[in-house]
Every structure is written in structure tokens, then in C-alpha cells.
Nanobody, 125 residues
């Protein structure tokens, strides 16, 4: 059914940029609400950004550095991360809701139904 695969993580120095990608192989991703979360050891997944059929939103502390976008013709969702800081180090996960997009924003882990395996982002000082 729905398969989400992240890519683009790696090791960078503080101040550099990365672009993460997520492919939805099971359906047309443009129909559904998608999101990025991140996790550090010993903690649950933390909301980063979400994009629905109409618009997008970012966690307040990340707005201005991180930007979510999508290419519906390719079933792809992206996360552009600029001016990376050591505290951004985490495993980043792509997530999708199981129903057609509405106008609401969903920022909690339990509100998403499908998850990728994650991609590691490490930022050195």
C-alpha cells in the first residue's frame, strides 16, 4: 500500500544546508497531508513541518530556516534546511495521513498513519 522513503541526510558543518526528500510510492501524495518530524535519542518524534493540499506550516522555532515543499507530479515532498545548527542533529522522518487532505494542520505524532524509516542528519560545530 503506502510506502514512504526518505533520503538526503548526512554529516555537515554548522551553517551549511541539506535538502531532504520523501517519495510516496503508494498513491498520489498531492491528495494527502504530509509532514516531517525528527527524533533525538531518548525522546519521541518532534514536529518540524507539514504541507496539505492548500498550504503549509512550520514549527515556530524553525520557521525561516526550514522550508517544506512538494512536487505532486513526482509524488515527492521536500524539506530544505538552511543554517543548520548542532541542535538540529536527529533522525528525520517523513509522515502521511491516511485520508484526503483538509484545511487543518496536524502537528502531533499520533495524527499520522504512515511513516518512513528515517534519515540521519548530523551537524558538527
Amino acid at each position: 500500500q503506502v510506502q514512504l522513503v526518505e533520503s538526503g541526510g548526512g554529516l555537515v558543518q554548522a551553517g551549511e544546508s541539506l535538502r531532504l526528500s520523501c517519495r510516496d510510492s503508494g498513491r498520489s501524495s498531492g491528495t494527502y497531508t504530509m509532514a516531517w518530524f525528527r527524533r533525538v535519542p531518548g525522546q519521541g518524534r518532534e514536529f518540524v513541518a507539514t504541507i496539505n493540499k492548500y498550504t503549509y506550516n512550520h514549527e515556530d522555532s524553525l520557521r525561516g530556516r526550514f522550508t517544506i515543499s512538494r512536487d505532486n507530479t513526482k509524488n515527492m515532498v521536500y524539506l530544505q534546511m538552511n543554517s543548520l545548527k548542532p541542535e538540529d542533529t536527529a533522525v528525520y522522518y517523513c509522515a502521511a495521513r491516511g485520508w484526503s487532505s483538509d484545511e487543518a494542520f496536524y502537528t502531533r505524532e499520533f495524527e499520522y498513519h504512515y511513516w518512513g524509516q528515517g534519515t540521519q542528519v548530523t551537524v558538527s560545530s
